[in-house]
């Protein structure tokens, strides 16, 4: 059973250019959020994925987008990079599912995408 | 709204002495907790979660947690560090909405090193 996979693991780009990182859930999982971790920080909240639609959006700018296709897996796209976005991009995956609803629905994480923006 | 405080941003301890991590949280409904570890250079593994059913939370590699809602807190404690316990340490807070959504919150993190 294939955890959350993220692509590609490390970029480098310049600053105004664009980036699309991918995600593919969990098996079984059809919620996607995605979070950016800066160097020494925790996860930061950037927005959530339920039936190809978004649903929850943290405090980020709209240069920050995405979308969930139908078979779950997600893209987040950042436009006009700034070196400020040079981060750790965490996909995590859960399942809206009556067998984990109001418990705390477990949330899994990718091993990350690097972006450093020069 | 939600919010979590992990006091002292590195802890360190000596091979086989007890580990404790602290973090306190604020969130206007019950909470779901959780402690998550990330190694170097690597995402997010669940140690344990809290979700009410017990408020002694025994996790993963001999980790447990207690929640203390007096205290506000959700202690992260191990009785016997490792060297493979290196690691940086998040604790987190869910709040779900209606539909089943969730928005977790992370600390800031505690960086844990283990003296040989």
């Known amino acids: 059973d294939a955890g959350v996979t993220q692509s590609p693991t490390h970029l480098i780009k310049t600053r105004g250019q664009q980036v699309t990182l991918r995600c593919s859930p969990k098996?079984?999982?059809?919620?996607v959020s995605w979070y950016q971790q800066a160097l020494g920080q925790g996860p930061q909240f950037i927005f959530q994925y339920y039936e190809e639609e978004e649903r929850q959006r943290g405090n980020f700018p709209d240069r920050f987008s995405g979308h969930q296709f139908p078979n779950y897996s997600s893209e987040l796209n950042v436009n006009a990079l700034l070196l400020g976005d040079s981060a750790l991009y965490l996909c995590?995956?859960?399942?809206?599912?009556?067998?984990?609803?109001?418990?705390?629905?477990?949330?899994?994480f990718g091993e990350g995408s690097w972006l450093t923006v020069v | 709204a939600q919010s979590v405080t992990q006091l002292g941003s590195h802890v360190s301890v000596s091979e086989g002495a007890l580990v404790l991590l602290r973090c306190n949280y604020s969130?206007?409904?019950?909470?779901?907790l959780f402690w998550y570890v990330q190694y170097p250079n690597q995402g997010l593994q669940l140690l344990l979660k809290y979700t009410s059913a017990a408020t002694l939370v025994k996790g993963i590699n001999g980790f447990e947690a207690e929640f203390k809602k007096s205290e506000t807190s959700f202690h992260l404690t191990k009785p016997s560090a490792h060297m493979s316990d290196a690691a940086e340490y998040f604790c987190?807070?869910?709040?779900?909405?209606?539909?089943?959504?969730?928005?977790?919150?992370f600390g800031t993190g505690t960086k844990l090193q283990v003296i040989p």
């Open positions: 098996s079984g999982h059809d919620t």
């Open positions: 969130s206007s409904v019950p909470p779901y």
């Open positions: 987190a807070v869910s709040l779900l909405f209606s539909g089943g959504y969730q928005k977790v919150t």
């Open positions: 995590a995956s859960s399942s809206i599912s009556i067998r984990d609803r109001g418990t705390g629905n477990t949330i899994y």
